[in-house]
């Protein structure tokens, strides 16, 4: 049977922005179960642990230490293992050129942080939403492009 | 080499229902739209094998009433947008309502209780997912596949596309290509 709730991982080192992403999570109507990590380095060391069971989106900061969005989802995408993982990045920024150079790299979603919370609530929500479309409609993942 | 492929996921299905069954030694009559009747009485066991044999290539048994007019619904919305032959003129809310025996609105709100979205947002979902696969195929222009897909204009195409992924269409077609030649580069 398919599953009915969306497992989501969320990396960030910022402790703050984690509250407040899995506050908005809570309080969707699509059941989620979500775990976070603290950065790059230990989002890939939870994906290629082998007892994980692989998260349907992962949602990306992109400026972090140790290892940065951009060369996390270079790793994701290299192995076949994750091809089935959509991966939104969030950042700050809203330059053309990044935008496009994450999905060139093969980011499904690029979410432009918003400042406040109830913002935040409403593009978790569609993200979700779509993800969910993605996932129980047999979509072309290739093709899923999202910007918020 | 390249080459550009595209697929008929109606035939697809049938085809693998089709070599299943057999593979089962299953007696049945396919009826459409998702549907499958049964010859004879099959033990639980022998369903669930089939069943099994199914999951690998996305297609599943559909349990309770409600998850099945679900998919019903869904079934004649990709018929009405996929499938050329389908020719529809009346509205799709009065199609789906005439197809399927229930009320507009009982349809409409089941399926935004179930599926989290509603019918017009799923129309409008799959529409631009069709419209993402045509522009990869790069065989047609954007106001071929509008008029292909009944928009009023290139431009209400252009902005329901705008709308719903967050990019343009050319933006999305330069995307594709440019993940294309880092895929090629990194395989040779």
Not at chain 1, 102 to 117: C, D, E, M, Q, R
Not at chain 2, 90 to 108: C, E, R
Not at chain 2, 146 to 172: D, M, R
């Amino acid at each position: 049977m398919q599953q009915d709730f969306i497992l989501i991982t969320l990396a960030d080192d910022d402790e703050d922005d984690r509250l407040f992403f899995t506050d908005a999570f809570d309080e969707l109507k699509i059941n989620t179960v979500v775990n976070t990590v603290n950065n790059g380095k230990e989002l890939l060391s939870f994906l290629n642990h082998p007892e994980t069971v692989l998260p349907n989106i992962i949602f990306l900061d992109l400026n972090m230490p140790i290892l940065n969005g951009i060369d996390c989802l270079k790793e994701i995408k290299l192995n076949d293992k994750f091809k089935d993982i959509a991966i939104a990045i969030y950042s700050t920024s809203s330059s053309e050129k990044d935008i496009e150079n994450t999905f060139v790299l093969g980011a499904n979603i690029y979410i432009k942080k918003p400042s406040n919370f109830n913002e935040l609530k409403k593009i978790l929500a569609d993200v979700v939403t779509i993800n969910w479309q993605y996932h129980t409609n047999g979509l072309n993942k290739d093709n899923f492009l999202l910007r918020m | 080499m390249k080459v550009f492929i595209k697929f008929d996921f109606n035939s697809i299905c049938k085809k693998v229902l089709e070599e299943k069954l057999e593979e089962h030694q299953l007696k049945h009559k396919v009826l459409g739209f998702g549907e499958i009747e049964f010859l004879e009485k099959i033990s639980e066991e022998k369903l669930n094998a089939f069943s099994n044999t199914l999951l690998p290539y996305g297609i599943e048994i559909v349990e309770n009433q409600k998850a099945i007019l679900i998919q019903k619904i869904k079934d004649v919305i990709m018929d009405m947008i996929f499938n050329e032959s389908t020719n529809i003129n009346v509205k799709s809310s009065v199609y789906l309502a005439d197809k399927l025996g229930h009320s507009y609105g009982y349809l409409s709100n089941l399926f935004s209780e179930v599926t989290y979205t509603s019918i017009e947002n799923f129309i409008i979902i799959q529409k631009i997912e069709y419209t993402k696969q045509l522009i990869i195929n790069n065989q047609l222009s954007l106001t071929e596949i509008a008029f292909k897909l009944n928009y009023s204009s290139v431009a209400h195409l252009s902005s329901q596309f705008k709308n719903t992924t967050g990019i343009t269409p050319s933006a999305f077609q330069r995307i594709i290509k440019k993940r294309r030649e880092i895929a090629t580069k990194n395989i040779n």
